[in-house]
């Protein structure tokens, strides 16, 4: 598994680091689901999973997993909770077969619904105070604040 864009440039970002998590997690939820997938998707999360596992070896604890799992067992040197989460999550979604599937409502889903939830508050209606000369002469200035902004910024961009 690699994150095309960025990996081998090494510029991911902070968000781009999880991104093999959430994939890795609905891969192994797929195969859950829709079960004739298995033989496609089994194989890349066996052969992802080995990679990452290998190549969790960095940082001061020996044990920080990095973004780019090639099979050579060496860790990439990037560490944070984006490639430890995708390491985690490779891993993981190998366990579809032995764990149970995602909570349901038939199946081990334990929160209760109320679709009139928040009807039965009290009707108060919304009160608003009074405009005073103040709040106008404020909302005058602040007006005359930003138009002057943009008028010199404009000047300032055409000149």
Do not use: H
Not at 1 to 26: H, P, T
Not at 79 to 86: L, Y
Request: aromatic share 6%; glycine share 10%; hydrophobic share 45%.
């Amino acid at each position: 598994m690699i994150e095309v864009a960025c990996e081998n440039n090494g510029k991911c970002d902070v968000d781009q680091r999880s991104f093999k998590a959430y994939l890795a997690r609905w891969m192994g939820y797929t195969a859950i689901v829709a079960p004739f997938t298995r033989t496609k998707l089994d194989p890349l999360l066996k052969a992802s999973a080995q990679a990452a596992a290998k190549q969790c070896i960095g940082g001061t604890d020996q044990v920080s997993c990095g973004l780019r799992w090639v099979d050579d067992g060496k860790n990439d040197g990037s560490f944070g909770v984006g490639e430890q989460m995708a390491a985690m999550e490779i891993v993981q979604s190998l366990l579809y077969t032995s764990a149970p599937g995602p909570a349901t409502q038939a199946k081990g889903g334990l929160s209760v619904s109320n679709p009139d939830a928040g009807a039965d508050a009290p009707d108060k209606p919304i009160t608003f105070n009074s405009i005073t000369t103040g709040d106008k002469a404020g909302a005058s200035i602040l007006t005359l604040v930003v138009l002057v902004a943009i008028l010199v910024g404009a000047w300032w961009m055409v000149s």
